[in-house]
């Protein structure tokens, strides 16, 4: 597979309105939040949905945090109102990744970080404020015990090592030494093992950001580094095509948003003008009907 590069989103600047809610209804937006909840509900594990939870629930640890318990620690450190179109997917997502992050198997590790950073990076750029995406992005991982400020440093430091690999040298990371040969050796020794490794869709967006940052266009070097890490090519191939599939159909709601904003700003701005013409006559007739030298020339 080509490592072509991820499509650029961008959702025009929003006021928090009520009209953005009835937005949500289109079709090619609830398509495209449909695939980002098969993309979280899908990423625990190959099989079916259903199976995942439990096979996932059943290997959790008796005091884990209630699911409510991580979404009410989300929605206590950010108050403020999230538009429907981004609410409806970080509410699925928060969800299912609750349920990764408290697996046995789970451990954090730098690729995962870039995987999730990517794929929110993608959904929320174009978020009506900087601000209040980067005050999101912190009440969210620290609703998980995780701290956001590793995933943004670890995530940089993957890209700025991707950007100076070839297809070669990304593949052949276990014959060198370096901090972040050392995290794909250590991901490659516990995928290969009995041990277990919690493979996740963020993960295969990970790797897939890594490709793209080394310029590693030969289809053949993803295989090379699936097997480098002992990671199953033909779940990564899947996981990729439900993500460009997301991609694709936030592509045409963000196209359908921006229509949608750009109307209403021209109904606003109708509705302004026309309101500033009646006040404007009015206060002419008013200045008129009330003018001395009006009322002389009425009565001669």
């Not at 439990?54 to 950010?78: G, Q, R, W």
């Not at 277990?196 to 963020?202: A, D």
């Not at 359908?256 to 904003?261: A, H, I, R």
Request: aromatic share 8%; net charge positive; with cysteine.
């Amino acid at each position: 597979m080509a490592a072509t590069a991820i499509s650029s989103l961008s959702f025009p600047a929003l006021g928090q309105s009520d009209k953005i809610s009835n937005f949500a209804s289109s079709r090619p937006l609830a398509s495209a939040i449909r695939i980002c909840t098969k993309f979280s509900r899908l990423s625990l594990n190959s099989r079916s949905t259903s199976k995942s939870l439990i096979h996932c629930m059943s290997n959790v640890t008796a005091d884990v945090p209630p699911v409510s318990e991580t979404k009410s620690k989300f929605l206590k450190a950010y108050k403020r109102p999230i538009p429907s179109i981004y609410n409806t997917v970080l509410q699925e997502l928060i969800v299912q990744q609750h349920l990764m992050r408290y697996k046995k198997t789970y451990r954090y590790d730098p690729v995962f970080a870039l995987g999730f950073v990517t794929v929110y990076d993608q959904l929320m750029e174009g978020y009506p404020s900087d601000q209040d995406r980067d005050a999101i992005f912190k009440a969210y991982i620290e609703a998980l015990n995780e701290d956001p400020k590793q995933y943004r440093i670890d995530a940089q430091k993957m890209e700025e090592w991707a950007r100076s690999q070839t297809s070669a040298s990304l593949v052949d990371f276990s014959s060198k030494e370096g901090d972040i040969e050392a995290v794909l050796k250590d991901i490659a020794g516990r995928a290969g093992s009995k041990e277990g490794f919690s493979y996740s869709r963020f993960f295969a967006v990970g790797l897939f950001r890594l490709l793209e940052l080394a310029s590693a266009t030969d289809p053949t070097v993803l295989d090379k580094l699936c097997a480098s890490l002992n990671i199953n090519k033909k779940s990564v191939d899947r996981d990729l095509d439900v993500y460009r599939n997301l991609l694709s159909k936030l592509v045409q709601a963000k196209e359908l948003l921006k229509e949608y904003v750009e109307r209403e700003k021209k109904k606003q701005g109708e509705r302004a003008q026309s309101q500033k013409a009646n006040e404007t006559i009015s206060k002419c007739l008013g200045d008129t009907l009330y003018n001395p030298s009006f009322l002389v020339e009425r009565k001669s």
